[in-house]
């Protein structure tokens, strides 16, 4: 593969990957005025990171036959973002 080419690969895969960051509820957090308990309190969505798996599973799931590379290629493209990226 052309370094060019694999260079534009990885930069697209890594824009997925890194791209995915959960969009936290933009509602305020709120008490339950009629409980009145710290139990009550809410928080709205929590961000949790996803583990190299679910990197991994979401960077091969974009994948499709349309693409230049073979899934094979796809696959190590996606490993090497993930590792060079820390992720």
Do not use: N
């Given at each position: 593969?052309?370094?060019?080419?694999?260079?534009?690969?990885?930069?697209?895969?890594?824009?997925?990957?890194?791209?995915?960051?959960?969009?936290?509820?933009?509602?305020?957090?709120t008490t339950d005025e009629a409980a009145?308990?710290?139990?009550?309190?809410?928080?709205?969505?929590?961000?949790?990171?996803?583990t190299a798996d679910q990197r991994m599973?979401?960077?091969?799931?974009?994948?499709?036959?349309?693409?230049h590379m073979t899934k094979q290629q796809?696959?190590?493209?996606?490993?090497?973002?993930?590792?060079?990226?820390?992720?």
């Open positions: 593969m052309h370094s060019i080419a694999k260079t534009i690969s990885i930069s697209i895969a890594a824009g997925l990957l890194l791209g995915t960051a959960a969009i936290a509820d933009p509602a305020p957090a009145g308990s710290p139990d009550s309190i809410t928080t709205g969505s929590v961000y949790v990171e996803p599973a979401d960077c091969m799931a974009i994948w499709d036959k349309g693409t796809w696959r190590r493209t996606c490993q090497t973002t993930l590792r060079e990226f820390g992720k």
